[in-house]
């Protein structure tokens, strides 16, 4: 009788990390050259996608993204280090895996660690 397999969590776990390190150095190259200013291409390291935190209605900046990211020192960018998934019930994406510049949502919030 066929039937699915499951994964071992924890295989599926690691499964999940490669998968975020690789589509994080995908999605820097596919979206870098779109999404980086003059001042944050100076300051991005490898690998890290860095998005004006003043940006809105797109993942990077949004309360309900489960992405590796964090703000710079400044407050004045949003650093990413991954594709990430939509816990946001009200969206069309929810569960979903997106990149940073995924929107505009209109049910997007801002992320309560930038601040106002
Ligand atoms: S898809 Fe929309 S609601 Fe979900 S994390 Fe991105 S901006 Fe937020």
Known sequence: MAGKTKLNP???????RKFITT???L???ALGGVAMTATAQK???????????ESENI???CQFWGAKRRISRDGKHVAVK?????NNRKSPNFGNI????TGPMKVWEKWEAIGS
């Open 43 to 53: 300051g991005a390291q490898k690998g890290v996608l860095l998005i004006a935190s």
């Open 10 to 16: 924890s295989v599926a776990q690691t499964g999940r």
């Open 59 to 61: 993942c990077a900046t």
């Open 27 to 29: 999605a820097g190259a």
């Open 98 to 101: 997106t990149g940073p510049q």
């Open 23 to 25: 589509t994080a150095v």
């Open 82 to 86: 991954s594709l990430g998934w939509c």
